[in-house]
């Protein structure tokens, strides 16, 4: 269900993450340290510390491409040079390179790095006391020593530069450099097969302490996105609801490093969809438990989108919560109407109202209403036949049936996989003849998700149930919240 939906919202959480996280390079580059939150900084490296101290592996989430790492490596070996120029010592420059792909560990959340952590059973036990002058730049001490370790296992050469003995500053930092360029580039590889692509830039976040997002760093994801939304049938306001809403939540706001963009992304996406598609949501059960019984539900929308199916459905949904129904077949139109909401009928062992082909739909309905209230049923489910909102005669049907039995909701039905049909449907009923909600149908088969996602926002009314299968049992409540997850939640694992 809602794949290719899926897949670009997918995309453009890489995407923007990335544009993010190259952003915070910018950040890093041209903004003076002063302003990181030096204390937030010791915080997060302490928890590395003692979740390393288990387990935690230091540099092998780095998702980030060499050069990314390398900078970083370079910029700490700057710092060292002048440290040690003071308080010579052996392989700082390596020790700080290390601290500071270990600070960014800590939120890089991924078992595998964690693995690999342990499998260093010797992390050295902090041997340079000149760290102390190194760790004036921000970095816990323990890290150090626990990277370095790590570091000459991971690659030959910059085991060597790690080295204590290795005095020579500036060979040592050089090497230092090399070493964690070439070990970002090979977890990079490893993160990357592994689908988690940014967790080593969330590291480098995390060093600096902050990143803000420009406008001109998203531009072309939420371009990217916007294309994508449109092709899966997603209505031109809602899409751009979306992107303004994405927009207003990521733009230009400075973050501290303690969340990653990855989660800022994510959550920004979440209440994007979040906020177009729970229009109007009320609560369902409640409401039929509240009404005066019997609670009248009529069912309208275009010809075989499922209207009869989600009646059937729905009565097996109300009898499993306590409710008796009846039907009424108000599609006193289409031949064989009344033999198929019979079959159903019958099916699920509930009685059905309804008359000759050609009589009055209004009439059906009141006749179901009279029968309700002399046999205590809790719900009325009236049928309509399939009609345009253009279709004067049958939408005047619809009229007389509001005049008539003046029923409780008026439920707009249509198909899921008839994408921005539907969604144009859907304005044009409620403008026609008001609904209070709607249900979409075989979404089962709809991969495009367009019509689950615009139908609340452009008509202001929920969207209450989907149809998820021709069986009795395939009505699912349409819940916005785990709509949300299923949109995003099933992209992590691909
Ligand atoms: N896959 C799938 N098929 C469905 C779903 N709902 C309905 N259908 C199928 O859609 C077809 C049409 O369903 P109906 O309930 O007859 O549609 P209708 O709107 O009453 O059609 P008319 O009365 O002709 O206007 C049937 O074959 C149903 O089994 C669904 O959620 N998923
Ligand atoms: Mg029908």
Not at 133 to 142: A, N, Q, R, T
Not at 188 to 205: H, I, L, P, Q, V
Not at 368 to 396: C, F, K, Q, S
Not at 428 to 457: P, R, Y
Request: proline content about 4%; hydrophobic content about 35%.
């Amino acid at each position: 269900m809602f794949d290719n939906l899926k897949e670009k919202l997918g995309s453009f959480r890489k995407d923007a993450e990335e544009a993010a996280e190259e952003n915070v390079e910018e950040v890093e580059d041209e903004e003076d340290l002063e302003d990181v939150d030096e204390a937030a900084v010791e915080a997060e490296a302490e928890a590395a510390d003692a979740e390393e101290a288990g387990a935690a592996e230091p540099e092998a989430p780095d998702t980030t491409p060499g050069d990314d790492a390398a900078e970083v490596a370079e910029t700490e070996a700057d710092g060292d040079l002048e440290a040690e120029a003071a308080a010579p010592d052996s392989g700082e420059a390596a020790a700080n390179a290390d601290a500071s792909s270990a600070a960014v560990e800590p939120e890089p959340e991924s078992a595998d790095t964690e693995a690999e952590l342990e499998s260093e059973p010797e992390p050295e036990p902090e041997p340079e006391p000149e760290t102390e002058s190194g760790s004036g730049s921000g970095s816990g001490l323990d890290l150090e020593g626990m990277i370095r370790d790590d570091e000459p296992e991971e690659s030959a050469g910059p085991a060597d530069a790690a080295e204590p003995d290795a005095e020579a500053d500036a060979a040592a930092e050089t090497e230092a450099a090399e070493a964690v360029e070439d070990d970002d580039t090979d977890t990079d590889d490893e993160a990357e097969s592994n689908g988690s692509t940014g967790f080593g830039r969330k590291a480098k976040s995390l060093v600096k302490g902050k990143f803000v997002i420009e406008e001109e760093d998203l531009e072309d994801p939420l371009h990217e996105l916007e294309l994508a939304l449109l092709s899966s049938d997603v209505e031109m306001g809602v899409v751009d609801e979306i992107l303004d809403n994405l927009r207003d939540e990521l733009i230009g706001e400075t973050r501290a490093f303690t969340t990653s963009t990855g989660d800022v992304i994510e959550e920004a996406l979440r209440d994007a969809i979040y906020d177009v598609i729970s229009v109007g949501q009320f609560d369902f059960n409640e409401r039929i438990a509240i009404e005066d019984k019997p609670v009248v539900i009529v069912f309208t929308g275009v010809n075989g989108v499922g209207k009869t199916t989600s009646i059937a459905k729905m009565s097996r949904y109300l009898e499993e919560r306590g409710y008796s129904t009846v039907m009424a077949n108000g599609d006193t139109y289409r031949a064989g109407a009344n033999e198929q909401i019979q079959e159903h009928a019958d099916a699920l062992d509930t009685k059905c109202i309804s008359h000759e082909q050609g009589g009055d739909p209004a009439a059906v309905l009141y006749d179901a209403v009279e029968y309700a209230e002399a046999n205590d049923i809790d719900v009325v489910l009236g049928d309509t036949a399939g009609r345009l909102h253009t279709d004067e005669g049958l939408m005047d049907q619809l009229a007389k049936i509001d005049r008539v039995v003046d029923p409780d909701m008026t439920l707009f039905v249509d198909e899921a996989v008839a994408g921005q049909d539907a969604v144009n449907r859907a304005r044009e009923f409620n403008e026609a003849a008001e609904i209070d909600g709607a249900v979409l149908t075989k979404a089962d088969a709809d991969s495009n998700g367009g019509a689950a996602i615009s139908v609340a926002h452009v008509t202001g009314k929920p969207i209450l149930f989907l149809g998820v299968g021709q069986g009795y049992d395939h009505l699912e409540r349409f819940d916005p919240d785990e709509m949300v997850d299923r949109l995003l939640e099933d992209e992590d694992e691909e």
